[in-house]
């Protein structure tokens, strides 16, 4: 704290002394003229005299007795006297605002109330004048500046007291620095009186324009410093709900759920391990927040040690956790909470069975709660028994899977919880008889494709066991006949598959073949949802651009399938066959040269080719024509999508096979829509529309982009065969596609 005895410059302690020395009355008189004085001063005063008055001033706001005279001259001209030489003290504006409710007390007392009004309407700006100088130059320091000042936000202007503005163009200036501006904006919503939603929208509109790939390790830095702090929990759901990318990015996640694991087996703070729980259950989908939290209890808990936090983590579970469409998640809970109940009971806990009740009723609901309770009662209880001397015997395994497959095998929902379940929570001793189970009860190809899914979870051993399942699966049965009572895994797992098991079932397509329509579907799918996903990072983008990323998505996803395809055919898949997919853009400017005029008003279109050959003498080329629109967003995203109706009807007038395809962010799904150009043009007749085709219709009517590959496209179900519709996809005709995509299939002998 700076002494009262601050000297002032030689050249104003005149003027000090004969202001402070007068009365009020003559002071209010003789304010044009000491004011005309003091603005000479500024004018010709020298840095280090400016510095001295600074010193000087807020020595005297600051502490001690002030004459009514020495207040106004402080107050009324503390924009040019406090300069942001030094790092800025704290509290400034309330000590300063408490200074001016002390200046306007004095003169009333004194019946000076008429000049009170424009007095304080000058002071105000003064001390508006004030902070913004502090913050221009020292931004990182607003909550100290404002602390204990009442705050508002109407959408544009911080207001303190009600009185005090702040333009936040002030405080946020170049984009450089805009990062840790802006969570100093965020680290006032705690105590921001009114307009929080408007700050948090003002902070998320802001946030939006920075690069994501520019900001996010700062972020994540920020974020885990709030995680390692006692008061960050209340932080944490305000920093999340402005930078909302964060919630869908998995590196944090993983961070988390490794910190909060490391927690648990160390004994860590209480408050960090709550703090983590709080922030896995904000992530959003895909990235898997409450799974990442359960991973780290399935990681850390052993019966040896107390199991307090582990507790405290599973009740955050419990509480985000909808188990009717989570019921492998809630398997794993029930688990978890049967083994912290067996620990319980050995430490004396009052309130184990009250404890395990609880966790029971939250899916008694369920139509299968009663065998996944039984389920996890039953891991509970043999698990442990394979660590220890008291194993079961090879007879008594066999027996306990026969009666998990019975019990399990008859129920998509059970099969599904108990697959994840075995993966994921079993422990090495019970490797084998996890993985062979978890074979019984695989059934359908719904069942193959959640055992891919699973080489994407978070746990690391159910990543290594899919691997180890799918390699088996891809090798095929071996010529080596196998004794009737398989005695090891992999001999078990021939026996599974020799047995017909794992059956293959027929297709709904030409291709007569479930297994491979199913793998085209879910390829598809991939980058339909993926480019769906990140439609609202990429929608500025022009359509020719946003259309390119998806077709190159999609050719890098053709080439994966060749490989997919020969995991399928070594496990008996009756002919061979060749898919490729190729793209080309018909109008590319030359480098140096503008892009050339799209003829069509608005869109992009393209022309699917597709060439099929059975058996080398069955053969079919026919083309779709599609016109592709993106959703476009001004503050929110709109209602209605742009799309003139003579383009429906000059591609109509081309072919039936006429698509429209609508580039979209996620809305039920996250899906990119497919709709007949016929059924649009229908859809504008309704809305008596000549330029737009509404949003909701559009999305009730559409069909998923990977749906109409597969099952229309490569399904020969469209397609217009005529030469001239062909003869306009050779690149060559006059206001041709803007995109050509060829596809080509192959069956059979070449």
């Known amino acids: 704290m700076l002494s009262g005895n601050d000297k002032w410059p030689d050249s104003i302690q005149a003027l000090y002394e004969q202001v402070t020395g007068s009365s009020p009355e003559a002071v209010l008189s003789s304010r044009p003229q000491w004011a ?9 005063a020298t840095l280090d005299e400016r510095e001295m008055a600074r010193a000087a001033t807020w020595s005297r706001l600051d502490s001690g007795s002030r004459s009514p005279g020495e207040l106004l001259f402080l107050l009324a001209h503390c924009g040019e006297l406090l300069w942001p030489y030094t790092e ?203 799974r990442g939290a359960l991973q780290a209890l399935v990681a850390s808990i052993h019966e040896d040690k107390d199991l307090e936090r582990h507790r405290l983590v ?42 395990r009740n609880r966790a029971r009723e939250r899916v008694r609901e369920l139509p299968v709660a009663e065998a996944l309770s039984w389920l996890a009662e039953e891991c509970a209880d043999l698990w442990p028994r394979l660590e220890s001397e008291r194993r079961p015997g090879a007879d008594e395994l066999a027996a306990w899977r026969q009666e998990v497959a019975h019990r399990f095998a008859r129920k998509p929902v059970l099969r599904k919880a108990a697959i994840e379940f075995f993966l994921w929570c079993a422990p090495d001793a019970a490797a084998s008889e996890a993985e062979l189970v978890t074979l019984s009860l695989v059934k359908t190809s719904t069942d193959r494709r959640l055992l891919r899914r699973l080489g994407e979870h978070p746990s690391t051993r159910v990543r290594f066991r899919v691997r180890a399942i799918n390699a088996w699966l891809a090798a095929g049965p071996e010529s080596s006949p196998e004794p009737a009572t398989p005695a090891t895994l992999t001999g078990a797992l021939r026996h599974l598959r020799a047995s017909g098991t794992m059956t293959l079932g027929g297709g709904r397509t030409w291709l007569r073949d479930r297994d491979l329509e199913e793998l085209l579907l879910g390829a598809f799918s991939r980058v339909e949802r993926d480019f769906s996903a990140r439609y609202p990072e990429h929608f500025r983008e022009d359509e020719a651009r946003l259309v390119m990323r998806l077709l190159e998505d999609l050719k890098h996803e053709f080439e994966s399938i060749r490989s997919d395809l020969s995991i399928l055919l070594s496990q008996g898949q009756p002919v061979p066959l060749e898919l490729d997919l190729q793209y080309r853009r018909t109008r590319v400017p030359a480098e140096g040269e503008p892009a050339p005029e799209n003829p069509r008003p608005a869109g992009v279109e393209l022309a699917f080719v597709l060439k099929v050959e059975v058996d080398s003498f069955l053969t079919t080329k026919r083309a779709v024509l599609v016109l592709a629109r993106k959703l476009e967003h001004r503050g929110e995203w709109a209602p209605n999508i742009r799309l003139a109706r003579e383009q429906v009807d000059e591609m109509l007038g081309r072919t039936e096979s006429s698509f429209c395809l609508f580039l979209v962010p996620p809305s039920l799904r996250a899906e990119c829509w497919m709709v007949p150009a016929r059924l649009v043009r229908g859809l504008m007749d309704a809305q008596e529309s000549l330029s737009t085709v509404s949003r909701e219709g559009a999305q009730r009517v559409a069909r998923s982009l990977a749906q109409w590959m597969t099952y229309d496209l490569l399904g020969l179900w469209t397609g217009d065969d005529r030469p001239a519709v062909l003869e306009r996809t050779e690149g060559s005709a006059e206001r041709g596609p803007d995109f050509i995509v060829e596809i080509s299939v192959r069956r059979g002998g070449r």
């Open 314 to 355: 599973a009740d955050k579970c419990w509480e985000h956790l909808k188990p009717e469409g989570e019921p492998g998640v809630a398997l794993v809970l029930l688990w978890l909470e049967e083994r912290i109940f067996r620990v319980a009971l050995r430490q004396g806990s009052e309130d184990a069975f009250e404890r």
């Open 36 to 44: 005309e004085r003091l603005a000479e001063w500024v004018r010709s």
């Open 88 to 290: 800025p003290p704290r509290e400034l504006l309330q000590r300063l605002i408490a200074r001016q409710e002390q200046l306007v007390q004095v003169l009333k007392g004194e019946g000076q109330g008429e000049a009170v009004e424009p007095l304080v309407h000058q002071v105000d700006g003064e001390l508006s004048k004030v902070l913004s100088r502090y913050l221009k130059r020292h931004p990182e320091a607003l909550r100290e500046l404002v602390s204990g000042v009442r705050c508002t936000f109407d959408g544009k202007v911080l207001r303190f007291n009600e009185t005090v503005e702040l333009d936040l163009k002030v405080l946020l200036g170049s984009e450089k620095r805009l990062i840790g501006r802006l969570d100093q904006l965020r680290a006032l919503l705690p105590h921001l009186r009114e307009g929080r939603d408007k700050l948090v929208g003002f902070i998320r509109e802001r946030a939006a324009r920075i690069p994501w790939r520019e900001c996010r390790d700062v972020l994540e830095e920020k974020l885990f410093q709030m995680v390692a702090s006692p008061e960050g929990r209340s932080e944490l759901r305000g920093f999340l709900g402005c930078y909302t990318n964060g919630r869908g990015e998995a590196r944090w996640c993983t961070r988390a759920s490794l910190l909060l694991a490391r927690n648990l087996e160390e004994g860590g703070a209480l408050a960090v391990i709550e703090n983590l729980s709080e922030m896995l259950a904000y992530f959003e989908a895909p990235v898997e927040g409450l």
